[in-house]
């Protein structure tokens, strides 16, 4: 089970921190992502990161922008959101791949999703 917390109503140019918590056991055999789907459009590919932190995919519209981490002792994942723009608005997904890649993950592959959490940018 994977349940995210941390969204919000921010105006442009906020920061917001996003988190997922896992239940269950082998954190760590599990690639983490995150996903977003906006009003009206599909769900997209946002982050990913590998079971050691050592791979991390960003798609291009939040490269630079956004960080993603996990926290292996807390069964957590984190994305960091700086510089919200008008754009970043919809809800966001939490998933965990059982040993898929990151890259498979950017084409959204994943075994389990959260249930979502808002994040509105609006002056």
């Known amino acids: 089970q994977l349940v995210e917390s941390g969204g919000g109503l921010v105006q442009p140019g906020d920061s917001l921190k996003l988190s997922c918590v896992a239940s269950?056991?082998?954190?760590?055999?599990?690639?983490m992502g995150w996903f977003r789907r906006a009003p009206g459009k599909e769900r997209e590919f946002v982050a990913a990161?590998?079971?050691?932190?050592?791979?991390?995919r960003y798609a291009d519209s939040v490269e630079g922008r956004f960080t993603i981490s996990r926290d292996n002792a807390k069964n957590t994942v984190y994305l960091q959101m700086n510089s919200l723009e008008f754009e970043d608005t919809a809800v966001y997904y939490c998933?965990?791949?059982?040993?898929?890649?990151?890259?498979?993950?950017?084409?959204?592959?994943?075994?389990?999703w959260g249930q979502g959490t808002q994040v509105t940018v609006s002056s």
């Open positions: 998933a965990a791949g059982y040993f898929i890649t990151t890259a498979k993950m950017v084409n959204g592959a994943a075994d389990f």
């Open positions: 269950g056991r082998a954190f760590t055999t599990y690639s």
């Open positions: 990161i590998g079971w050691n932190s050592e791979t991390t």
